[in-house]
């Protein structure tokens, strides 16, 4: 059953459409378990293989280097191989390589099997979200990625303390050998389970459209493609994002390598750098960091885009080069979600306070803000955290 459900098509029983959802929830998890379960485990490794500071380094950032160079050419092979063969090959190599890292004995055999690694995962991680796009039924395409989304957070939370126990328990080798096997067992699973999207459309529905535009051309040439890309990055609409998306990835890529290190030199456990890890990943995923000089659609878009009820709650930031509160006021009541830290500055920790309906109101010159910033007068809202409609009602 779970062989026709997996991406079937609207016939398919309530039950069988389960099993297939779990199941590709499973596989993207899985997919994403290898790097987060590493990252408590891997400088510490390498650096007792001998390595120096500037080798892991190297060691490190060769994964994300050779991924990136193949994820501009996993594209032409998904649609070409389809999607279960790449799923299967990308999730099988990226599994012998993990799984080989139990067998090094010096930094250059790591180096060599972390780029095979990043190869596999720059095949896996595109041909896994396009199948699950393939899987959304017409109109559902965001809340089917956003499922994807939530499975590679489960990813996020459990892998770094799945990672750090199992070498305080086992070792690192048994870990790097155990989560490899686990990625090779996945890839051979999906060979019976995955189907791709072409052989789910039906044949009626292929003769229908044979006579019909496909829509615009394709681009065909290589000089084509190569321009529309420089077009999309010489956008200088874009840039902030992309100088954010890198200023982000390379703050992260400087915690997986300092961070192990800097814990494991100071006495602590790997399960207890693990448990860091997961809890860093939980507040990333659970709490919406909200300016509050943005637009109201623009905060609604936010809070429905990065997860709305899934949310625990709101960080409002920038409240120092707000004009105004309603819209962020606004956007809290209807989402009902709570403020739990409020930010009035630059610095961290000292511009960071524990969110107080109070202190909002101070900001908005309603009144007095109380002198001592971690607690509210006695009676003003003294529950903590505390949803601005839950505020509004008090105050009735």
Not at 202 to 224: M, Q
Not at 260 to 267: S, Y
Not at 283 to 311: K, S, Y
Not at 318 to 328: F, I, T, V
């Amino acid at each position: 059953m779970l062989k026709d459900a997996v991406g079937a098509p609207p016939a398919a029983s309530t039950s069988a459409r389960h099993a297939s959802a779990l199941y590709a929830h499973f596989v993207v998890t899985v997919a994403f378990l290898d790097t987060m379960a590493q990252l408590p485990l891997l400088s510490p490794f390498a650096a007792s293989l001998g390595a120096g500071a500037a080798t892991v380094g190297v060691i490190l950032g060769a994964y994300s280097l050779v991924n990136m160079i193949g994820n501009v050419a996993a594209g032409p092979v998904i649609d070409r191989a389809g999607r279960r063969v790449t799923i299967a090959g990308g999730m099988l190599i990226a599994g012998a390589a993990l799984a080989a890292y139990a067998l090094v004995r010096t930094p250059g055999q790591l180096l060599l099997l972390r780029l095979a690694h990043g190869a596999g995962g720059a095949l896996l991680i595109p041909a896994v979200f396009a199948w699950m796009g393939d899987r959304a039924r017409t109109g559902s395409v965001g809340r089917t990625m956003g499922y994807a989304g939530a499975a590679v957070a489960v990813a996020a939370m459990i892998g770094p303390a799945i990672g750090g126990i199992g070498r305080d328990l086992l070792g690192a080798r048994p870990v790097f050998l155990g989560i490899g096997t686990l990625l090779c067992l996945t890839a051979v699973s999906t060979l019976f389970y995955v189907r791709d999207a072409a052989a789910l459309r039906p044949a009626a529905e292929d003769d229908r459209g044979a006579g019909r535009s496909a829509g615009p051309a394709p681009l065909r040439t290589r000089k084509a493609a190569i321009a529309a890309v420089l077009a999309v990055l010489g956008n200088r609409h874009l840039r902030y994002a992309y100088w954010s998306v890198f200023g982000l990835t390379f703050a992260m890529g400087v915690l997986a390598y300092t961070f192990p290190l800097t814990m494991d030199r100071a006495g602590f456990s790997a399960g207890r750098t693990g448990a860091f890890f997961s809890v860093f990943a939980a507040a990333a995923i659970l709490v919406l960091v909200l300016p509050a000089n943005m637009q109201l659609q623009v905060m609604r878009d936010a809070v429905r885009f990065f997860g709305g009820e899934a949310l625990a709650g709101v960080t409002l930031t920038k409240l120092d080069e707000c004009p105004g509160l309603g819209a962020a006021v606004s956007a809290l009541i209807e989402s009902g979600l709570p403020a739990l830290w409020l930010s009035e500055g630059q610095r961290v920790p000292e511009d960071l306070k524990l969110a107080r309906v109070i202190h909002l109101l101070g900001w908005a010159g309603e009144v007095d803000t109380p002198a001592d910033s971690g607690r509210a007068p006695p009676g003003v809202f003294g529950r903590q955290p505390a949803t601005f409609r839950e505020a509004a009602n008090a105050s009735a």
